[in-house]
């Protein structure tokens, strides 16, 4: 579906042929349908329960780490609790980064249905948001990228006094208390396409059941492998809390050190995207952020041999069992326009 305009044509290797695609490069209005109908107005009705999740997103987890952390040193938790924490972890990251990112943001590749409700799932168990709202939001980010109007640019206070910390903190987790940033007005025209399916919509809207179901899940599981009550509770912290706070907060970083702090190999159209080698793999390849910046609908975020890319090993692994296709990575010619110019540093200005 075509829903924006001014496109221009980009070429990308197929796995199994070369392919025209298209790359966005400015947002149509939004459809009267979108604001008419009852589903967009509870939509837009939950914005009073933004600033109440944005606590409880940044400060629960918090405590949950910490009381973890006190109760391990009593002895409570164990390599049980450990290798749920991490599962849930690399399940909701994956969620996010190959299923809310790469294909439902970008259209990087193309799946079955059933994977992409499975990663839709997925991704609301990382407590990050609703998809579509989450769709929305990254692509206003890429639309106004480190302008005005990007909702988590850490170069905001450009100018002001405590510039670098002020910008980072929004950057990081200030902007979720920020309605203007949290819904701006108009937000939904920049995800009409989701709207219009109808499983995904369906998914968008039962995401307190899915986020429920991720704490759900290790809490259960963990109360089976240890037949105890007390596993029960532990891997509600473990599996919930503590993966939930690692998660975030690698999640935004991104936002904010990856917009900061890194290498610029690439001439993108913002001036502050960089690629950050610590924080890749955590991150399943995210902190590639340059690359993505420059090659927005490439599936492929590590461009060089040495950038691992662990999200677009998952691709590849869907691909192999024939359950991905239409991936997109640029071409030669593509990255060698693109950087020309010889990497160096970014700091923030």
Same mark, same amino acid.
């Given at each position: ?30 459809? #009267? ?5 009852? *589903? ?7 914005? %009073? ?15 949950? =780490? ?19 924490? $991490? ?32 990663? #839709?799932? =997925? ?7 609703? @998809? ?30 405590? %510039?670098?910390?002020?910008? =980072? ?14 819904? $701006?007005?108009?937000? #939904?025209?920049? $995800? ?24 759900? @899940? ?18 509600? @912290? ?28 690439? *001439? ?25 910046? #420059? ?28 359950? *991905? ?25």
């Amino acid at each position: 579906m075509a829903f924006f305009q001014g496109e221009k044509r980009m070429f990308f290797k197929h796995r199994r042929r070369s392919r025209v695609v298209y790359e966005s490069t400015e947002i149509a209005p939004e459809p #009267a349908v979108l604001t008419s109908t009852p *589903a967009l107005a509870s939509l837009q009705q939950g914005a %009073k329960f933004d600033r109440p999740l944005a606590l409880v997103t940044t400060v629960v987890p918090a405590v949950g =780490l910490m009381s973890a952390i006190v109760l391990l040193y009593y002895g409570y938790g164990g390599p049980v609790e450990f290798a749920l924490a $991490a599962v849930m972890y690399l399940a909701t990251m994956i969620g996010i980064d190959v299923g809310y990112h790469r294909h439902f943001t970008h259209g990087a590749f193309q799946t079955t249905l059933p994977i992409r409700v499975l990663l #839709a799932i =997925l991704g609301s168990m990382a407590f990050q948001g609703p @998809l579509i709202w989450w769709v929305a939001t990254h692509r206003r980010h890429h639309q106004r990228s480190d302008q005005s109007g990007d909702p988590h640019s850490p170069q905001r206070y450009a100018g002001r006094p405590y %510039k670098q910390l002020r910008g =980072l903190w929004h950057a990081h987790m200030g902007w979720l208390f920020d309605p203007a940033c949290v819904r $701006a007005p108009g937000w #939904a025209r920049y $995800a009409q396409d989701l709207y219009r399916e109808a499983t995904i919509f369906k998914v968008h809207m039962a995401y307190f059941t899915w986020l429920l179901l991720g704490f759900a @899940l290790p809490a259960i599981l963990d109360g089976v492998l240890t037949w105890r009550w007390t596993g029960v509770w532990l891997g509600l @912290l473990w599996g919930g809390l503590v993966r939930l706070f690692f998660s975030s907060h690698f999640s935004w970083a991104i936002n904010s050190f990856c917009h900061a702090y890194g290498s610029r190999p690439f *001439a993108s159209h913002d001036e502050h995207s960089t690629n950050n080698l610590w924080l890749a793999l955590p991150t399943l390849g995210e902190a590639w952020h340059n690359n993505h910046h #420059a090659f927005p609908s490439s599936a492929k975020f590590g461009l060089t041999w040495w950038q691992l890319d662990p999200g677009m090993w998952c691709i590849q692994a869907l691909a192999m069992c024939g359950l *991905a296709w239409d991936i997109k990575i640029p071409t030669a010619r593509m990255i060698e326009a693109k950087g020309g110019q010889t990497p160096k540093a970014a700091h923030p200005s």
